[in-house]
């Protein structure tokens, strides 16, 4: 398990964390290991030591950032069966947000 910062545009209703998704909002409760959906690919957080670089990013959306503990992805890259927006239904690490990691697994501490 890793210690790093998840990017959320959230509206906290007790204690869920609610990040939007195509398929409408992907609720976080808190303390609880949330994994992709089938036919995702692995969860983006930021790396523990990146928190500044997860601050910009969530301020350029209208988000914020609170702390989280994940386990990495063995994947290099993102993905959803029917992509619209990424030409080859994926989406490589080093096109992410300086400082991103992968993860199989994300539980928001916050």
């Given amino acids: 398990m890793a210690k790093g910062w998840k990017v959320i545009k959230s509206r906290n209703r007790g204690s869920l964390i609610l990040v939007y998704t195509e398929k409408g909002y992907k609720r976080y409760p808190v303390g609880i290991k949330i994994k ?33 503990t994940y386990t990495p992805s063995k994947h ?20 992410l947000p300086f400082g991103t990691r992968l993860a199989a697994s994300v539980t928001c501490l916050e």
């Fill in 36 to 68: 992709p959906e089938k036919g995702w690919g692995p969860l983006c957080v930021f790396g523990y030591h990146y928190q500044l670089d997860a601050e910009n990013f969530a301020t350029h959306w209208g988000a914020k950032v609170v702390p989280c």
């Fill in 76 to 95: 290099q890259n993102i993905w959803k069966k029917s992509m619209v927006d990424f030409s080859k239904g994926s989406k490589d690490l080093n096109d």
